[in-house]
């Protein structure tokens, strides 16, 4: 089988490394023309699932791309000003209505039990820490050639632009690069926003601007002034006037983004206010990236399937974006690790991506949609004019969601209505969807009186004195990866 992907990129080069892995006897060709941006980028727990599948060496990937480890998202002045939740990748066990890593997350510190290949330290509390999963911080430059180190197999890598594209009723007949002609089986579209291939095809774009507003992403990266501080085991997320900006701890620097709408805000406008939240000096470098948000409404198109940003992007929030192209890219190695492609196949992976397109969709606006803040036209917005579309509304009446909201605060991890908002669409009919957490886990309010003959007082001193002995995450991951 012969197939030919243009565009590279972190979504291209880990779809060269799994064909080339699982499909037999593939003649694999990767044809792109620009270097990506690189930035850090926050991942999901998948791509860790989806390493262990590649077969990657954690350690030697971790070193190779600058990488450090996530456990969860943190929010602040997301809900409302001064307020604070995390989306935990962490569960506890014995205490089933608090997280208690929590109380580590909040002091940059690693438990012990976060690593399954670590002991557990206390065997009075050990119970009640479970590692269920982490995901990573990544260099996108580097990690991306740390992944052409992985491909065993003899490809061709072709460093140049299309120049022609034919099409007949097959799809795509060939495509020409310079004098040379190049027919495959299968084209595989990884060319971004600029749709290469796809584009060629009767495909369309359906925007979700209209759900998600932002559009444009402003860019910094900096060195540490103190790594022991500065390098939290989460991705930061704080909530600006008119968007929010991510803090992603790499090893040796951090990245900053702020994510906003052109609608409400220039980009000249929100420029200096990120400059003035992060300090800058007028010589710092920043970078403006414009993004569209939405997906196509078929992705795969006779020959020709397109993946990663050519498909699909929702938004930057929770870094769903790796996530989705995994999806993608299992599902093609599914397909066509039987050796020929049928109708059906391509209609099953053009419904999943849409599903899957939408339930992104849903999870990212449920962590605007429930705000009280009002300091702004892009908040106010979010909290009395936005709401969901007809079809998540159905799912909401078929499922019985009460959209209750009290002025009381809610808990540290997600808000206690866009837990109960979210779990009680998906829960019947989602069990796959590891987005989704019963919202009564993380809801201080839910905790039993009693938990293995502890009361919640002694299990909080427990859990506060563990914090004392634990590693901070910089010095966790310096005696990890020998640095």
């Known amino acids: 089988m012969k197939i030919v992907q243009v ?55 971790m070193r190779a791309s600058n990488s450090t480890f996530k456990y969860a998202v943190r929010f602040d002045d997301f809900h409302e000003l001064g307020h604070t939740y995390f989306h935990s990748f962490l569960k506890s066990d014995g205490a089933d209505a608090h997280d208690f890593w929590s109380y580590f997350l909040t002091e940059n510190k690693i438990p012990s039990g976060a690593h399954s290949e670590l002991p557990i330290a206390d065997d009075n509390i050990g119970e009640y820490y479970h590692p269920e999963s982490y995901a990573y911080h990544i260099e996108s430059n580097r990690y991306i050639d740390f992944i052409k180190t992985q491909i065993t197999t003899k490809i061709t890598h072709i460093q140049d632009t299309v120049s022609e594209i034919k099409i007949n009723e097959n799809g795509i007949d ?19 926003f600029n749709n290469v291939l796809i584009g060629k095809l009767q ?32 991705t930061r997320v704080t909530g600006l006037k008119n968007g929010w900006m991510w803090t992603i701890p790499l090893w040796d620097k951090r990245t900053n983004g702020y994510v906003f709408s052109d609608l409400y805000t220039s980009i000249d406008n929100a420029e200096i206010e990120f400059r003035q939240t992060l300090g800058l000096k007028d010589n710092d470098e920043c970078k403006i990236i414009k993004f569209k948000t939405g997906y196509l409404d078929k992705s795969w198109i006779k020959n020709c399937v397109a993946i990663g940003l050519s498909s699909c992007f929702i938004e ?93 605060p809610t808990s540290v991890f997600f808000p206690n209505r866009a837990f109960q908002y979210i779990s009680d669409i998906y829960k019947a009919t989602d069990r796959f969807n590891s987005f989704i957490k019963e919202y009564k886990k993380h809801d201080p309010q839910q905790l039993p009186e009693v938990n293995r003959g502890y009361t919640e007082e002694q299990i909080k001193e427990l859990v506060k004195e563990d914090v004392k002995l634990a590693s901070y995450n910089y010095d966790f991951i310096k005696k990890y990866m020998g640095a």
């Open 316 to 408: 930057p929030l929770e870094a769903t974006s790796i996530a989705f192209s995994i999806f993608q890219i299992k599902r093609i190695l599914s397909i066509s690790n039987k050796g020929y492609v049928k109708q059906v196949d391509k209609d099953w992976f053009n419904y999943l991506n849409i599903e899957d397109a939408l339930r992104i969709k849903s999870f990212i606006m449920n962590h605007f949609i429930h705000t009280v803040r009002e300091d702004s036209k892009y908040w106010k917005d979010w909290k009395y004019n936005r709401t969901v579309d007809d079809i998540e509304m159905y799912k909401c009446i078929r499922a019985g969601t009460l959209f209750k909201e009290t002025k009381s």
């Open 203 to 234: 495909s369309d774009w359906i925007s979700i601007q209209d759900s998600l507003p932002n559009n444009t992403a402003i860019v910094h990266r900096r060195k540490y002034n103190n790594p022991l501080k500065e390098m939290c085991p989460y």
């Open 174 to 192: 060939y495509i020409k690069i310079n004098d040379d002609y190049i027919y495959a089986d299968l084209f595989i579209d990884c060319s971004g």
């Open 7 to 61: 565009g590279g990129g972190t979504t291209g080069w880990l779809s060269a490394l799994g064909i080339t892995k699982y499909i037999p006897d593939v003649d694999f060709t990767i044809i792109e023309n620009d270097t990506p941006i690189s930035v850090g980028e926050s991942t999901f727990p998948s791509l860790k699932t989806f390493h262990s599948l590649l077969g990657i060496n954690e350690l030697e990937f």
